[in-house]
């Protein structure tokens, strides 16, 4: 079986991608993404060259756009957030015509994550959010192609690791009008071009790297955040320089991780908003890191003693650093805010996983517990390996993840805690499956696992997608038959769009084998140099 060339792997993968990613943009209900309609207005006063909009003309909003009046419609209002009413109390009304002024809570964001889906607001109003659903999917998907396609040159355990940690919430995340689509592929991406080097050409890694941590920071306020803590903590585990890493990028890579940085900041300067301006403190976490891997390793640490007594001082430093910006927030610090972030901790992690529309569709528990029962599965792979570094990392991947998503809530201010969200979570999560991808085993025990992850993803994929629609069509109580279900204005009945998602799915089982084995086939049997020229 012949390997697939780097290009090819990720093309054909990306044409299953494309058509799992579909499915989800047809089923899912119009404007059923959070603050989705938002977003689209957002976008639609980007394309009419409107960067600063007007008076808005509700109370919730803080920026208006004279805009078609059905950019925004329909409203959900009469189902989400109401699980047992389908969503075709919705999408039965028609769509207005005619401008208005239409309010947005997004006109604050950087506009780098509104102009994808941009475009598809000058397509018929019949279509409009179809096309821009289509538009701001493409990089995302493309993203989770060209990871999946490097990590293929690294075996079974590294490629299921890498399309498992696209979960349900970002399959839905990349179907719908949001930049957290964006900033989660770009997470995936920058994690796989640091696990990936030496199995991968290094200018393609270091545009990988670059691209990922652009699409991190310049779509949403948080993503910086996500990039300064995502590289420090996986060059920390992979034990790799920092400075090194950088010169290794060379000059065009740089210039966009660079840009893009500044860029973020620049936006951050001028915000009114304390959170946005916390921002101006990220870039000391990466700096911190490196400091202190270069103590670490410094010949002074070479007594148990004075590690333990570093790694000590580091946690307190840590943590009042944390309380520090925690104390940011308008009301200044508030232990009773502090203490209702914490207490959401665990739903909020379950909505990473899955918790889709607007946090009103839950996965059967059985799901859940099976995605999670299999992410163990990968860290037994690397405790099996004696791979403390990895397991290690991974917990402080998760640590970071629930301080930050305290520290975060607690600058927003806003009462009960209600900022958080689990798919903010994903852009550091998805890699802790591709650093416990990169544990070591022999191709038998690395294709058995693999396997079993890459099923357990796939099938996961599709029952969430499954009872999503369930839930949309009939209410979250509704039959269980699929050909029951109402079509809440799909363009054909819902089980016809599983069917193909289910094909697609079995597409990207299909390519796996072929990318995967193919590889391993030859590099247990090399060819010569003028044969692997032309591959």
């Known amino acids: 079986m012949k390997s697939m060339t780097l290009g090819r792997s990720a093309l054909s993968l990306g044409t299953f991608l494309a058509a799992m990613a579909l499915m989800w943009v047809l089923l899912v209900p119009p404007q059923a993404g959070p603050d989705e309609p938002d977003h689209l207005v957002r976008a639609a006063g980007l394309a009419r060259g409107e960067i600063t909009g007007t008076d808005p003309p509700h109370a919730w909003a803080i920026t208006g756009y004279e805009l078609p009046a059905w950019v925004d419609k329909?409203?959900?209002?009469?189902?989400?957030?109401?699980?047992?009413?389908?969503?075709?109390?919705?999408?039965?009304?028609?769509?207005?015509?005619?401008?208005?002024?239409?309010?947005?809570?997004?006109?604050?964001?950087?506009?780098?994550?509104?102009?994808?889906?941009?475009?598809?607001?000058?397509?018929?109003?019949e279509v409009s959010i179809t096309v821009s659903r289509i538009l701001d999917a493409v990089i995302p998907v493309g993203a989770v192609a060209l990871a999946a396609a490097v990590a293929a040159r690294r075996g079974w355990l590294a490629t299921s690791a890498t399309l498992f940690a696209v979960t349900p919430m970002a399959w839905f995340i990349f179907a719908v009008v949001n930049p957290s689509g964006l900033v989660i592929a770009g997470g995936l991406l920058m994690w796989t071009a640091l696990v990936s080097a030496g199995r991968a050409p290094p200018r393609l890694l270091a545009w990988m790297l670059a691209a990922g941590w652009a699409m991190m920071t310049l779509p949403r306020r948080d993503g910086l955040v996500w990039a300064m803590f995502g590289i420090s903590l996986g060059l920390l585990v992979l034990n790799r320089g920092f400075l090194d890493t950088w010169r290794s990028l060379r000059l065009g890579p740089q210039i966009l991780l660079a840009g893009s940085t500044l860029a973020t900041l620049a936006w951050a300067a001028t915000s009114d908003s304390n959170d946005s301006r916390a921002l101006l403190l990220a870039p000391a976490i990466p700096v911190c890191a490196a400091l202190g891997r270069r103590a670490w390793y410094s010949p002074w640490m070479d007594s148990t003693t004075r590690k333990i007594a570093f790694s000590g001082a580091t946690v307190f430093v840590g943590a009042l650093g944390t309380l520090f910006v925690m104390s940011l927030r308008d009301s200044g610090f508030d232990r009773g805010a502090l203490r209702n972030a914490i207490l959401r901790t665990g739903e909020d992690l379950l909505e990473a996983v899955g918790h889709l529309g607007w946090l009103?569709?839950?996965?059967?528990?059985?799901?859940?517990?099976?995605?999670?029962?299999?992410?163990?599965?990968?860290?037994?792979?690397?405790?099996?390996?004696?791979?403390?570094?990895?397991?290690?990392?991974?917990?402080?991947?998760?640590?970071?993840?629930?301080?930050?998503?305290?520290?975060?809530?607690?600058?927003?201010?806003?009462?009960?805690?209600?900022y958080w969200q689990g798919r903010y979570y994903l852009p550091l999560l998805v890699g802790i499956p591709v650093l416990l991808g990169t544990a070591r085993l022999d191709d038998h025990a690395a294709r058995r696992v693999g396997r079993f992850v890459l099923a357990v993803s796939l099938v996961t994929t599709n029952v969430?997608?499954?009872?999503?629609?369930?839930?949309?069509?009939?209410?979250?109580?509704?039959t269980l038959l699929p050909w029951e279900w109402d079509t809440y204005d799909t363009a054909l009945p819902p089980i016809l769009f599983l069917a193909v998602h289910a094909i697609a799915s079995a597409g990207v089982w299909f390519w796996a084998l072929r990318a995967v084995d193919g590889q391993i086939k030859e590099s247990r049997h090399p060819m010569d140099p003028a044969a692997s020229a032309m591959v």
């Open 74 to 125: 329909p409203r959900p209002n009469c189902y989400k957030f109401v699980p047992a009413e389908p969503a075709s109390c919705s999408t039965s009304r028609p769509l207005p015509d005619g401008e208005a002024i239409l309010g947005t809570r997004a006109g604050g964001y950087q506009i780098w994550g509104h102009l994808p889906p941009a475009a598809g607001t000058f397509a018929p109003k």
């Open 360 to 418: 009103d569709t839950p996965l059967p528990s059985t799901l859940v517990y099976a995605w999670m029962i299999t992410l163990g599965v990968l860290a037994s792979a690397a405790f099996v390996q004696d791979a403390t570094r990895l397991l290690v990392g991974s917990a402080a991947v998760l640590l970071v993840a629930i301080i930050t998503s305290w520290t975060l809530t607690m600058l927003q201010d806003q009462p009960l805690s209600t």
């Open 464 to 478: 969430a997608l499954a009872a999503a629609v369930r839930r949309w069509a009939d209410g979250i109580a509704g």
